[in-house]
C-alpha cells in the first residue's frame, strides 16, 4: 500500500529503537537507568485526582465538550494568564483546549501556513516540532543555536535563514532539548522583527513552570503590540504531571480562533472531558506550593547533575536554565547515534543522542533529570565517568 511522502520524510522517533536496545539489556538480567525520557516523576496535583473522580458521575463527562473545550477550563486558563502574566486573555475568542502539547502545535501550523511553506526552528529543535511540520507538508529550516553562549536566541541567529517563504517560526521556551530559556529582551525583538516580515511566532511553552535562577519566563503573547502576531502552545503534561491525561491548549488571536477551530473538530473534536475537568479543577486550586516544590526538587537534582559532569573527561556542559535537561557536549566522540546504543549495553544508562534534535545536536547528547532521583543520577553519572575515562584511555594510548 502507497505510503505519503510527507510520512516517508518524517524521521520516526529514535526512543523506539532506543527501547529495544534497552529491553535486550533487561532481558539478560541487566539494571537500567533511564535519563532518557522527558517527563517529571512526581505525582499528579490532588485536586487533580479528585475532580477526576468526581467526575465519572457526571453524564456530560462521557460526552463531547464544545470544540474549543469546556468554557470552565478555558476561564481558568485565561485567570491563570491574569496572574502570571498581567494580561487579559478573552476565554471565548482567545483559547482552544488541545489532547496535549502536540496536538495543539499541529492545530498552530494547519491554520497559519499553507503547504510547501517554511517553517523556522531554531536548534537544537524538539523532535516532535520537525515532525509536524514536515507531516503538514511544509518545509523545517533549521536556524543554529550556538552551545558556546547557553543556545540562547536572538534575531542576528534567525535573520540569515529568513526568506520570502517563510511563514512561521516554531520555538520551545524554556527549550527542549537544551533547557536554554530565551531572554525578555532578545524574544521580544525576534517577535517585532518577524512581525513586521508578516511571519508568525509559535512559542511552546510547555516547560514555562521549570526555569531556574537567574532565568525568568516571559511570554510575548503578554505584549498587546505583539499578541496579533504571536501564537502560544502549552501542555499540562509536565508542570501538572498529567502527561498521560492529555491537556494542552492554544492561545491564539481572535481572527484565527474562529478557523482554528476547523482544524480542532477534524482532528479530535475536544480534548478529553474528564482531563480537561481535572485541570480546571487544578487551576482553580493553590498550585503554586505545588510547582514550587517541585522545581525545588528538580534544582536539587540539576545541581547533582552539574557537580557530576564536571568531573567526566570529555563531557562539557554549557550551563542553561530551564526545563529538565542538559544538552551536553562529548570531545573525541564517535557519532552520538552510534554511542547512545553502547552506553546502554555496556553501562546500563539511557540518554538521547544529540542529532535527535536535528543534525545542529551533533556531538551531543541530551540528559534528563526529571524523573531520575539524586541517587539515580549520581549513579548513572559514576557509569558515565568510569566509561569516559576508559575512553579516554583508548584515545591516549593510540
Known sequence: MYISERVQQTAAPIITDLAAVAAERTATGGDLLNLGQGIADFPPPPAALAAARAALDDPTTHRYSLDAGLLELRAAIARKWARDAGTVVDPEREI???????????????????????????????????????????????????????????????????????????????????????????????????????????????????????????????????????????????????????????????????????????????????????????????????????????????????????????????????AMYAFVGVADSPPVADLVPDLIREIGVLVLPGTTFGPAGAGHLRLSYGAAPVPVLVEALARLGAYFSRQSSVVSRQ
Open 96 to 322: 482552544i483546549v488541545t489532547a496535549g502539547g502536540n496536538q495543539a502545535a499541529v492545530l498552530a501550523l494547519l491554520t497559519c501556513t499553507d503547504i510547501g511553506d517554511e517553517v523556522l526552528l531554531p536548534a537544537p529543535y524538539y523532535f516532535n516540532h520537525e515532525m509536524a511540520v514536515h507531516l503538514c507538508g511544509l518545509r523545517p529550516v533549521e536556524a543554529p543555536l550556538a552551545p558556546v553562549d547557553g543556545f540562547a536566541l536572538g534575531w542576528e541567529r534567525l535573520a540569515p535563514y529568513v526568506t520570502a517563504r517563510t511563514r512561521a517560526v516554531l520555538l520551545p521556551n524554556p527549550g527542549n532539548p537544551t533547557g536554554a530559556v530565551a531572554g525578555a529582551a532578545a524574544l521580544a525583538t525576534c517577535a517585532r522583527e518577524l512581525a513586521a516580515r508578516n511571519i508568525t511566532l509559535i512559542v511552546d511553552e510547555t516547560y514555562e513552570y521549570f526555569i531556574f535562577e537567574p532565568a525568568r519566563h516571559y511570554s510575548p503573547a503578554a505584549d498587546p503590540a505583539l499578541r496579533p502576531h504571536v501564537i502560544t502552545i502549552s501542555s499540562f503534561s509536565k508542570g501538572f504531571c498529567l502527561a498521560g491525561w492529555r491537556v494542552g491548549y492554544v492561545l491564539l488571536p481572535p481572527d484565527l480562533w474562529r478557523a482554528a477551530l476547523k482544524v480542532q473538530d477534524t482532528l479530535v473534536i475536544c480534548a478529553p472531558v474528564i482531563s480537561q475537568r481535572a485541570v480546571a479543577a487544578t487551576l482553580d486550586s493553590d498550585y503554586y506550593p505545588l510547582l514550587a516544590a517541585q522545581r525545588a526538587e528538580l534544582a536539587t537534582r540539576r545541581a547533582a547533575l552539574h557537580t557530576g559532569l564536571a568531573g567526566i573527561p570529555r563531557l562539557t556542559w554549557h550551563e542553561t536554565y530551564g
